[in-house]
């Protein structure tokens, strides 16, 4: 696997790590949680290549900086935001997968200028029927993080969301990545989980949000959870200009598992909504 070339950007105060790849119209890859290396698979995507890819790592994640106290997803979206507008960016595809699903959901509202699409990769929408009962294990996980087990807290939380077998994909995909996780766990159980937790999103909400969406789910995520087929249910009731895409042997891991599945599925779906072709 090819490696990038990590930059930092300044930003608010603050440092972001990026990678960009590639010319073209530009998308903006947002991981989902600590997740910070979740898109690597895609970046060896032919269907990629025609587009200038972003990819950065949150803060708190990997090597951008730490912020004290908490963070919310508005606060985030901004981050996106300002990352863009240190690149030059206007308007992008903008990707987003698990919790970063809310924060590109957010951006879209605070910044529609800047979003021209959307991909909502089984975002963690909370207003679902199974929530609470679907997401039992996260008490576990915070019992394992609060006892000082942070890797097993971060692995009873992606056994949960991905499937027991999850591990085995995980190390093949990105060897050593779980480590990485496990450092970055302060910043899931501090600062993202309770901002996921407290943030709203409603139909008045979606009804804002205008531009193009591919809604994605894993087609083994339906077996996993009812609450992935909820959340799906959701975004296409909700959301005013939606298409769905279920993509093949396929967990919450979802692009970690079938990266060439969802690669074509994304250039399809941003060459439909091209922006050059909208301007």
């Given at each position: 696997?090819?490696?990038?070339?990590?930059?930092?950007?300044?930003?608010?105060?603050?440092?972001l790590e990026?990678?960009?790849?590639?010319?073209?119209?530009?998308?903006?890859?947002?991981?989902?949680?600590?997740?910070?290396?979740?898109?690597?698979p895609?970046?060896?995507?032919?269907?990629?290549?025609r587009?200038?890819?972003?990819?950065?790592?949150?803060?708190?994640?990997?090597?951008?900086?730490?912020?004290?106290?908490?963070?919310?997803i508005?606060?985030e979206?901004?981050?996106?935001?300002?990352?863009?507008?240190?690149?030059g960016?206007?308007r992008?595809?903008?990707?987003g997968?698990?919790?970063?699903?809310n924060?590109?959901?957010?951006?879209?509202?605070?910044?529609?200028?800047?979003v021209?699409?959307?991909?909502?990769q089984?975002?963690?929408?909370?207003a679902?029927?199974s929530?609470?009962?679907?997401?039992?294990?996260?008490?576990?996980?915070?019992?394992?993080?609060?006892?000082?087990?942070?890797?097993?807290?971060?692995?009873?939380?992606?056994?949960?969301?991905c499937?027991?077998?999850?591990?085995?994909?995980?190390?093949?995909?990105?060897?050593g990545?779980?480590d990485?996780?496990?450092?970055?766990?302060?910043?899931?159980?501090r600062?993202?989980?309770?901002?996921?937790?407290q943030w709203?999103?409603?139909?008045?909400?979606?009804?804002?949000?205008?531009?193009?969406?591919?809604?994605?789910?894993g087609?083994?995520?339906?077996?996993?959870?009812?609450?992935?087929n909820?959340?799906?249910?959701?975004?296409?009731?909700?959301?005013?200009?939606?298409?769905?895409?279920?993509?093949?042997?396929?967990t919450?891991?979802?692009?970690?598992?079938?990266?060439?599945?969802?690669?074509q599925?994304?250039?399809?779906?941003?060459?439909?909504?091209?922006?050059?072709?909208?301007?």
């Amino acid at each position: 696997m090819k490696q990038q070339r990590i930059e930092r950007a300044a930003i608010e105060g603050f440092e972001l790590e990026y990678e960009v790849q590639g010319a073209g119209e530009p998308v903006v890859l947002v991981h989902a949680g600590i997740f910070s290396d979740f898109f690597r698979p895609l970046w060896e995507e032919p269907a990629l290549s025609r587009y200038r890819v972003v990819s950065y790592h949150r803060i708190g994640c990997a090597g951008s900086s730490r912020l004290p106290g908490p963070v919310s997803i508005a606060q985030e979206a901004q981050h996106c935001r300002a990352l863009m507008r240190h690149l030059g960016i206007d308007r992008a595809h903008v990707v987003g997968h698990s919790n970063s699903g809310n924060l590109v959901l957010q951006l879209a509202l605070d910044a529609p200028e800047a979003v021209h699409s959307l991909v909502l990769q089984e975002p963690a929408l909370m207003a679902v029927p199974s929530a609470q009962t679907a997401r039992a294990f996260l008490a576990t996980a915070l019992q394992r993080y609060a006892a000082g087990d942070k890797g097993g807290a971060i692995d009873t939380f992606l056994q949960g969301t991905c499937g027991p077998g999850y591990r085995a994909v995980l190390d093949q995909a990105l060897p050593g990545a779980f480590d990485q996780y496990v450092a970055d766990a302060d910043t899931f159980f501090r600062q993202q989980l309770p901002a996921t937790q407290q943030w709203s999103f409603n139909r008045e909400d979606a009804s804002r949000i205008t531009q193009p969406v591919l809604a994605v789910i894993g087609a083994k995520s339906k077996g996993l959870s009812p609450i992935w087929n909820e959340r799906q249910e959701m975004l296409l009731a909700w959301l005013p200009n939606v298409e769905p895409f279920v993509l093949p042997n396929a967990t919450h891991l979802l692009h970690v598992e079938n990266p060439h599945g969802m690669a074509q599925a994304l250039d399809a779906f941003f060459v439909h909504h091209s922006i050059s072709t909208a301007s």
